[in-house]
């Protein structure tokens, strides 16, 4: 565990990186902007065909169904919560899928859907809550050289994400700095949030399994060539089906209001570190 008083000693030492003194106008300017009202305004999600949308393995697999259903594409991510408790923040962004990075590098809204089986009452996986909070910094920091200050539960862990930023292998920070190349002009910061509800299906690998065979596999075994019927065309599992009243897939325009839509179906939507769960508008 770092102190606060680790990270006010050292420079970046990365190839092509400057002095950690060079950042401070920066990260001062940042944080006094960080406390104004502005900051707490919630931010509201493009239409959901819009985002691109990321199943954190291996819970994340439940919304395969919903997805499809509602005929958007995924891709798949695992940031694991085991290594956020442990505080391993550089095997996270080490193992970062390059779909992800170059969406977020191109400005698109980043959608990180999974599921919690810890806290069942809230549902907020700590891979969301804390995962992307430091995946979110420390971009801010590479990318675009803001500092801004670092939440977790409305607590401020600025100083805590900030020694694990100067702490980062060289080879994982030349990863991440690959992607700057491709961010076009105007874009000037990271869309990255979480969606996310809780599970009653953790754990229970068979379950997950089952969802990827139906949902993934074409069919083929060593015994045959013949291809399965793909089922492409999903019906929501039991964990997905909206409550009485909800929106439909299909009834609705899915542009009209991407917070609704999720809420409809149990889904919470984690901005960020600053934002109690309370005031998350997708309750």
């Given at each position: 565990?770092?102190?606060?008083?680790?990270?006010?000693?050292?420079?970046?030492?990365?190839?092509?990186?400057?002095?950690?003194?060079?950042?401070?106008?920066?990260?001062?300017?940042?944080?006094?902007?960080?406390?104004?009202?502005?900051?707490?305004?919630?931010?509201?999600?493009?239409?959901?065909?819009?985002?691109?949308?990321?199943?954190?393995?291996?819970?994340?697999?439940?919304?395969?169904?919903?997805?499809?259903?509602?005929?958007?594409?995924?891709?798949?991510?695992?940031?694991?919560?085991?290594?956020?408790?442990?505080?391993?923040?550089?095997?996270?962004?080490?193992?970062?899928?390059?779909?992800?990075?170059?969406?977020?590098?191109?400005?698109?809204?980043?959608?990180?859907?999974?599921?919690?089986?810890?806290?069942?009452?809230?549902?907020?996986?700590?891979?969301?809550?804390?995962?992307?909070?430091?995946?979110?910094?420390?971009?801010?920091?590479?990318?675009?050289?803001?500092?801004?200050?670092?939440?977790?539960?409305?607590?401020?862990?600025?100083?805590?994400?900030?020694?694990?930023?100067?702490?980062?292998?060289?080879?994982?920070?030349a990863k991440l700095r690959y992607?700057?190349?491709?961010?076009?002009?105007?874009?000037?910061?990271?869309?990255?949030?979480?969606?996310?509800?809780?599970?009653v299906h953790d754990p229970d690998?068979?379950?997950?399994?089952?969802?990827?065979?139906?949902?993934?596999?074409?069919?083929?075994?060593?015994?045959?060539?013949?291809?399965?019927?793909?089922?492409?065309?999903?019906?929501?599992?039991?964990?997905?089906?909206?409550?009485?009243?909800?929106?439909?897939?299909?009834?609705?325009?899915?542009?009209?209001?991407?917070?609704?839509?999720?809420?409809?179906?149990?889904?919470?939507?984690?901005?960020?570190?600053?934002?109690?769960?309370?005031?998350?508008?997708?309750?």
């Amino acid at each position: 565990m770092y102190t606060a008083a680790q990270t006010t000693t050292g420079l970046l030492s990365f190839e092509g990186g400057v002095s950690r003194q060079a950042f401070q106008p920066v990260c001062k300017a940042a944080r006094v902007a960080s406390d104004s009202a502005a900051a707490l305004v919630t931010p509201v999600l493009p239409q959901l065909p819009a985002c691109k949308h990321f199943l954190n393995l291996t819970n994340g697999l439940e919304a395969v169904p919903l997805l499809e259903s509602l005929s958007l594409p995924y891709s798949f991510v695992r940031i694991q919560s085991t290594w956020c408790e442990q505080q391993r923040f550089d095997l996270i962004l080490a193992n970062l899928d390059a779909a992800l990075l170059l969406h977020l590098a191109l400005g698109h809204c980043c959608l990180v859907w999974d599921f919690a089986s810890r806290n069942k009452k809230r549902g907020i996986p700590r891979a969301l809550w804390y995962g992307l909070e430091f995946v979110t910094y420390v971009l801010r920091r590479l990318w675009f050289q803001r500092c801004t200050d670092a939440w977790l539960r409305r607590q401020n862990v600025t100083s805590v994400f900030e020694a694990h930023y100067n702490d980062l292998q060289k080879t994982t920070v030349a990863k991440l700095r690959y992607y700057m190349r491709y961010i076009p002009p105007g874009v000037t910061d990271i869309q990255l949030y979480g969606v996310c509800k809780a599970t009653v299906h953790d754990p229970d690998p068979g379950y997950y399994r089952d969802i990827v065979h139906k949902h993934l596999w074409n069919g083929l075994t060593t015994d045959t060539t013949e291809q399965q019927p793909s089922s492409q065309q999903a019906t929501l599992s039991d964990a997905q089906e909206a409550p009485t009243g909800a929106v439909k897939p299909g009834s609705r325009e899915l542009g009209s209001d991407a917070q609704a839509l999720l809420a409809s179906y149990g889904f919470k939507v984690a901005f960020g570190g600053i934002y109690c769960i309370d005031d998350y508008r997708a309750m």
